[in-house]
């Protein structure tokens, strides 16, 4: 893992980090054995390392990607709400307009990350990176693969908890 990009994705989510509604998103699992949260965060650095290669918007990037899946529920038992895929992202909306304040291009990559299951396209190009990220992160997770910068967040994440428990 690059320590600059490093240091600098950890300054724009740290505060999101602390807070106790996405720290909840550690009790439910994503894909494979992966929790969402450390899927978000996986999905959010590579998310951040694409938009600075690609001089988009990496912070909002970052902040949005760490927010994408922030519905709070188990989406594999039964009587979790249905549709789940088309549906999620108005839940994480929801929850992380209640964390922080949204700009329109973090409003749109949460509430686009699912298209084309959301109907409407992206407007941003940063939601365009997500998607395919989204998309790259779940399948390395639920094969049970994930890549160099998965295990080293699993790492980061295990110490940072053992930290603020």
Same mark, same amino acid.
């Given at each position: 893992m690059d320590l600059p990009f490093f240091t600098? &994705?950890?300054r724009e989510v740290e505060m999101l980090l602390q807070n106790p509604q996405v720290q909840k998103m550690r009790l439910y699992i994503q894909h494979g054995?992966?929790?969402?949260?450390?899927?978000?965060l996986c999905v959010s650095y590579l998310c951040y390392r694409i938009?600075? &290669?690609?001089?988009?918007? $990496?912070g909002e990037m970052a902040r949005a990607a760490l927010l994408h899946d922030?519905?709070?529920?188990?989406?594999? #038992?039964?009587?979790?709400?249905?549709?789940?895929?088309?549906?999620?992202?108005? &839940? $994480?909306?929801y929850e #992380?307009?209640? %964390?922080?304040?949204?700009t @329109? =291009?973090?409003?749109? %990559? %949460? @509430? =686009?990350?699912?298209?084309?299951?959301?109907?409407?396209?992206?407007?941003? #190009?940063?939601?365009?990176? %997500?998607?395919l990220v989204d998309k790259y992160c779940s399948l390395r997770e639920t094969f049970r693969r994930p890549d160099k910068s998965a295990r080293a967040l699993r790492v980061w994440v295990s110490h940072e908890n053992e930290k603020h428990p």
């Open positions: 600098e &994705f950890v054995d992966t929790d969402c949260l450390l899927h978000c938009c600075r &290669f690609l001089h988009l918007h $990496a922030l519905f709070l529920y188990d989406w594999h #038992a039964p009587g979790h709400p249905r549709w789940h895929g088309f549906r999620h992202p108005g &839940f $994480a909306l #992380a307009g209640q %964390i922080m304040p949204l @329109k =291009r973090e409003t749109s %990559i %949460i @509430k =686009r990350h699912m298209w084309p299951l959301t109907l409407i396209p992206p407007r941003y #190009a940063e939601s365009y990176v %997500i998607i």
